[in-house]
């Protein structure tokens, strides 16, 4: 079992620890992919590394290599896929009707309390 973590304790530069990464790869010539291509052969491995997060009264898992999907006020699907960092998550969402996985980003502060409400592991 996880410690719950608040979303907003989550320390800033934790936000660009992934990119931090990637220029140092870069810079050492370890890699030479984009950021974008790197994180999504990263998303493929570690898969079923997981942390319990909070935002607010709402409490909620996240699965690295998960889709989920949340819904807003106007009752759309808002699908994205998920990876980790240790305790920290990274998102990208996904338009499943044009096939297109969108950029990643850090999770932190892109939800509201209702919309992690209706969080629910797509595959």
């Known amino acids: 079992m996880h410690q ?8 800033k530069e934790r936000f660009t620890g ?3 990464s990637w220029l140092v790869q870069t810079r050492d010539r370890l890699t030479a ?5 790197w994180m999504d052969l990263r998303y493929q491995q570690n898969r079923g590394a997981s942390a319990s997060f909070s ?4 409490v909620f ?3 690295h290599g998960v889709l989920y999907e949340v819904r807003g006020k106007d ?4 699908i994205f896929r998920i990876q ?7 998102l990208s969402f996904r338009d499943p ?4 996985d969108f950029p990643w980003i850090t999770f932190p502060g892109v939800f509201t309390q209702a919309e992690l409400m209706t969080l629910r592991r797509v595959y």
């Open 4 to 11: 719950t973590i608040e979303i907003s304790s989550l320390q």
């Open 18 to 20: 992934l990119y931090t």
């Open 33 to 37: 992919l984009s950021y974008d291509t």
């Open 55 to 58: 935002q607010g009264a709402v």
């Open 61 to 63: 898992d996240l699965i």
């Open 75 to 78: 009752r759309l699907r808002r």
């Open 84 to 90: 980790m960092d240790g305790d920290f998550p990274y």
């Open 97 to 100: 009707a044009n096939a297109i």
